[in-house]
């Protein structure tokens, strides 16, 4: 099971870090992404790492301000936002997929398992 949490309202230019409580089983050899949904848009691929080695892979416009991390001891994957702006107002959502070696899965689609999803507002 994924929870996702640590959503809520900041203002443009904050920062919030959100967190995804993985339990249930092992996930050491997942990958674990963090999407959005906007109102309206379809579901962003926002960010993912593999739990077994740390890598990590960003959307390109997610670069710089975003960083997703994981911590072993606590099997949660966070993601610190920061510089927030209006337009990074949505539903975040963790989920995870089966890692597999030089790949990264960027798609909705390719993801099994999904957290509940935390809302984030950012307002101007």
């Known amino acids: 099971q994924l929870q996702a949490f640590g959503g809520g309202l900041v203002q443009a230019g904050g920062s919030l870090r959100l967190s995804c409580a993985a339990s249930?089983?092992?996930?050491?050899?997942?990958?674990m992404g963090w999407f959005r949904q906007a109102p309206g848009k379809e579901r962003e691929f926002v960010a993912a790492?593999?739990?077994?080695?740390?890598?990590?892979y960003y959307a390109d416009s997610m670069k710089g301000r975003f960083t997703i991390s994981r911590d072993n001891a606590k099997t949660t994957v966070y993601l610190q936002m920061n510089s927030l702006k209006p337009e990074d107002t949505a539903v975040y959502y963790c989920a995870a997929v089966k890692s597999r070696s030089g790949r990264w899965f960027t798609k909705a689609y390719d993801y099994d398992d999904w957290g509940q999803g935390t809302l984030v507002t950012v307002s101007s």
């Open positions: 249930g089983r092992t996930f050491s050899n997942y990958d």
């Open positions: 790492i593999k739990w077994s080695f740390g890598s990590t």
